[in-house]
């Protein structure tokens, strides 16, 4: 599929509003990339791209959902804080169910239900600092 028609099938709004959902519940940031080119190593182009959008180890612990229209692939990865908290299992439980989701077409349901489950996960990991006078 081509990248433009993939990233049209994506409601924004919605999606925008999930990753903003995921962060005010778990102090952690989320991040979508749609890649333009035709990439076969996914995980290593995810690499790259997460050490650019999240450089600094200071920042919050994130996570980057990865796909390639192109290819037919995606790659979903966090730092090291996410990893040796949650393991392995998360990112199979992850990979899993948004590979079934995307398959089934609707790439917006897809993604939201990828933050979503993202979301319960972290925020028993990583729950969000409660603000004095809340």
């Not at 995921?22 to 996914?42: G, I, M, P, Q």
């Not at 959008?53 to 229209?69: R, S, T």
């Not at 299992?89 to 990979?95: G, T």
Request: glycine letters at 4%.
């Amino acid at each position: 599929m081509h990248p433009n028609e993939f990233h049209n099938r994506i409601d924004q709004e919605r999606l925008v509003a999930a990753l903003a959902d995921f962060e005010r519940h778990t102090r952690c940031k989320a991040f979508v990339y749609v890649s333009h080119r035709a990439v076969e190593e996914v995980m290593e182009a995810a690499r790259k791209r997460f050490a650019r959008i999240h450089p600094d180890h200071h920042q919050p612990p994130a996570v980057l959902i990865y796909l390639v229209p192109r290819t037919q692939k995606f790659a979903i990865l966090g730092d090291a804080r996410i990893h040796e908290r949650c393991g392995d299992i998360l990112w199979e439980r992850l990979a899993e169910a948004l590979g079934r989701d995307l398959k089934a077409g609707d790439v917006t349901a897809a993604l939201l239900n990828a933050v979503s489950s993202l979301k319960v996960t972290l925020e028993e990991h990583f729950p969000a600092r409660v603000q004095a006078g809340d």
